[in-house]
């Protein structure tokens, strides 16, 4: 590629994991296991939530939203990556294809952690205003708060992908991840970054710091409320509640922030292609399970669905 007119012709390759091809097959199968498992959880728990009237609050409405999530964000980059890994010649991607893939990347990325933001306050307003929940949490401020999330992730998106797209790309093709993540796409690029990785450090900001920092002060005061609970039994339940979220947050904001928050000049595309395999693969497979070995109301629901279905 010689010159920015030409970048329309641009193909991509992604970097394979070994060039063994039975270590490949191993690794498709992993990641094909992986995807499947996390597609059937999250659409589980979406099914659950929807059938059962029970589970018709502010709280399920964003868990059913996040899983939601989960399921597009996974089948951006798990249907592609399979196709990559099981070829035996190097799997082209278009310059558009790449464009579109990372767009949708960041503006499902970015959703679901503003969305882990939202649910912290609906934890907050239920624990430490329980008598003004429902008028706080009303079924309009929810919907609200859930398309806020997409809007916002979709601009965000938007504007960085455009940005990084306006950009000439050199002769190396090859991206260091299995997928076309921003910092491997920028390091191809022939031609000074510096406003580009500014925006992405903005957008990291936005996406991570800030909700990171507004989900902390939400659990300052949940915790302290939680203190003041006389009864064991209510402080157990009160931190049942919480512990599922909690633990989802750290390994979605976690990762996040090892690749994204760091200085570019020391990204390593080694780190990157195993902190991404966990939040690409891992993590979308673990939620499900955090979610439903954790809350017993989801566990009770899933029960009697199963039993429904078994009698029917």
Known sequence: MEGANQTGMVRFHFRPFSKLPEVQMLIFVAFLIMYLVSISGNVSISLIIWINRSLHTPMYFFLANLAALEICYSSTIAPLTLASVLSTERALISLPGCGTQMFFFIFLGSADCILLAVMAYDRFVAICHPLRYTLMMSWRLCVQLALGSLVLGFILAMQLTVLIFQLPFCSSKEISLFYCDVLPVMRLACADTWVHEATLFVVSITVLTIPFLLITLSYVFIVAAILKIRSAEGRHKAFSTCSSHLTVVLL????????????????????????????????????????????RELKDALKRTMIRLLLS
């Not at 993590?283 to 954790?294: D, E, F, G």
């Open 252 to 295: 979605q904001y976690g990762c996040g922030s090892l690749i994204y928050l760091c200085p570019s000049s020391s990204y390593s595309p080694e780190r990157g292609q195993v902190v991404s395999v966990v939040y690409t693969f891992i993590t979308p497979v673990l939620n499900p399970l955090i979610y439903s070995m954790r809350n």
